[in-house]
Antibody, heavy 120, light 107 residues
Framework: EVQLVESGGGLVQPGGSLRLSCAAS????????MHWVRQAPGKGLVWVSR????????SYADSVKGRFTISRDNAKNTLHLQMNSLRAEDTAVYYC?????????????WGQGTLVTVSS | DIQMTQSPSSVSASVGDRVTIICRAS??????LAWYQQKPGKAPKFLIY???SLQSGVPSRFSGSGSGTDFTLTISSLQPEDFATYYC?????????FGGGTKVEIK
């Protein structure tokens, strides 16, 4: 069974940093692109970042470019999102999601999400 | 960036009703479109990909159609478990973008 379990969320002050993790199991993690998608309270879904299977390529939404860094450890089946210079507008539930197939940008499995709250 | 516009933003319907949700892309995306269902406090669930292909395990009352800029999600006979918010998503180019969502409510 495919499982994605996020962790690392919490309350952080504006300008602070947080590192999210997503532990994957039930599939060959190293074969899939992975993504982060966020959802502000009461709002819609927003794609944040993606990383390809062999860690050679990444992409970011303009709103987080230069502040967030996506990474993965294929040996540990873990995806990360390092978030720096956090702003109030980064407050959201952050989901990790699996890309359907190599190069495909649909999301077939999602984690349960981890809440990040940026507030003083 | 490709803008995705869903309509309506909400719909009230009864069990057994046919419900259609529209998603329009600001530029052509071929068939690079997916639909997701989200219930309160839960992660989105993958329903349809490539505009019209049903994900494994999704009931056949769900169907998708369209290509280019105009797409629809149809629920042929609404069931109690279908009351949720539905999102379209374009997978044609980065940044990947979602529609604003359509909330299907009980009438």
């Amino acid at each position: 069974e495919v499982q994605l379990v996020e962790s690392g969320g919490g309350l952080v002050q504006p300008g602070g940093s947080l590192r999210l993790s997503c532990a994957a199991s039930g599939f060959t993690f190293s074969s899939y692109w992975m993504h982060w998608v966020r959802q502000a309270p009461g709002k819609g879904l927003v794609w944040v970042s993606r990383i390809n299977s062999d860690v050679s390529s990444t992409s970011y939404a303009d709103s987080v470019k230069g502040r967030f860094t996506i990474s993965r450890d294929n040996a540990k089946n873990t995806l990360h999102l390092q978030m720096n210079s956090l702003r109030a507008e980064d407050t959201a539930v952050y989901y990790c999601a699996r890309g359907v197939t190599v190069g495909s940008h649909f999301f077939d499995y999602w984690g349960q999400g981890t809440l990040v709250t940026v507030s003083s | 960036d490709i803008q995705m516009t869903q309509s309506p933003s909400s719909v009230s319907a009864s069990v057994g009703d046919r419900v259609t949700i529209i998603c329009r892309a600001s530029q052509g995306i071929s068939s690079w479109l997916a639909w997701y269902q989200q219930k309160p406090g839960k992660a989105p669930k993958f329903l349809i990909y490539a505009a019209s292909s049903l994900q494994s395990g999704v009931p056949s009352r769900f169907s998708g159609s369209g290509s280019g800029t105009d797409f629809t999600l149809t629920i042929s006979s609404l069931q109690p478990e279908d009351f949720a918010t539905y999102y379209c998503q374009q997978a044609n180019s980065f940044p990947l973008t979602f529609g604003g969502g359509t909330k299907v409510e009980i009438k």
